[in-house]
């Protein structure tokens, strides 16, 4: 069973990419508390957050991209069941 994506056994989850833009969001909130921090630490936490930000921004695409090959091969899917795989 899935704890956060969309599953049979979970038809409310989340797409992958919602989840990566959820997270996406919450960094860069954080992200803007520390821009203006001149401490060392502050700004290696920053250009870190920086480098993941641009990770799980492709992340989004890779996902985003999986969903429309499923969805141009087998249509969307209907509560939460697998169009390829086992369930």
Do not use: Q, Y
């Not at 954080?30 to 992340?59: F, G, H, Q, W, Y």
């Not at 999986?66 to 697998?82: A, N």
């Amino acid at each position: 069973m899935t704890h956060f994506l969309v599953s049979d056994e979970k038809p409310d989850g989340f797409k992958l990419e919602e989840l990566l833009a959820i997270l996406r969001r919450d960094i860069i909130r954080r992200s803007s508390k520390i821009m203006d921090d001149e401490r060392v630490e502050a700004k290696a936490v920053l250009e870190n957050n920086i480098k993941i930000l641009s990770l799980l921004t492709e992340c989004m695409h890779l996902s985003e991209n999986s969903t429309t090959i499923l969805e141009r091969s087998f249509g969307r899917s209907i509560d939460g069941k697998p169009r390829i795989g086992k369930s």
